[in-house]
């Protein structure tokens, strides 16, 4: 069974920073590109950031261009977005997913999604 399990949410202060990670088990995921997704409530699931398998390629929403970071450890199946300079619209849940389709900012192009993990930014 397919697994992706989110950890590193929790509550920050704007203008702090936090690391979320995301360890994929139950299979290997060769080739798959791992994106990061956010949630907020009463809003549509949108698109972060996301990195192929060979990590030759990274992609940012703009609105997170300059403050995240995203990385990934293919020995360890996991994917990192570390986020800097927060801010209180940053607030939503974020989700990792795994996926072999283009273009890799949209949702279907994910074949594998995890369950999320809260991110709260206070003003």
């Known amino acids: 069974q397919v697994q992706l399990v989110e950890s590193g949410g929790g509550l920050v202060q704007a203008g702090g920073s936090l690391r979320l990670s995301c360890a994929a088990s139950?299979?290997?995921?060769?080739?798959?590109?791992l994106g990061w997704f956010r949630q907020a409530p009463g809003k549509e699931r949108e698109f972060v950031a996301a990195?192929?398998?060979?990590?030759?390629?990274?992609y940012y929403a703009d609105s997170v261009k300059g403050r995240f970071a995203i990385s990934r450890d293919n020995t360890k199946n996991t994917v990192y977005l570390q986020m800097n300079s927060l801010k209180p619209e940053d607030t939503a849940v974020y989700y990792c997913?795994?996926?072999?389709?283009?273009?890799?900012?949209?949702?279907?192009?994910?074949?594998?999604w995890g369950q999320g993990t809260q991110v709260t930014v206070s003003s």
């Open positions: 139950g299979r290997t995921f060769n080739n798959y590109a």
């Open positions: 990195i192929t398998w060979s990590m030759s390629s990274t």
């Open positions: 997913a795994a996926g072999k389709g283009v273009p890799l900012r949209r949702k279907n192009s994910y074949e594998y």
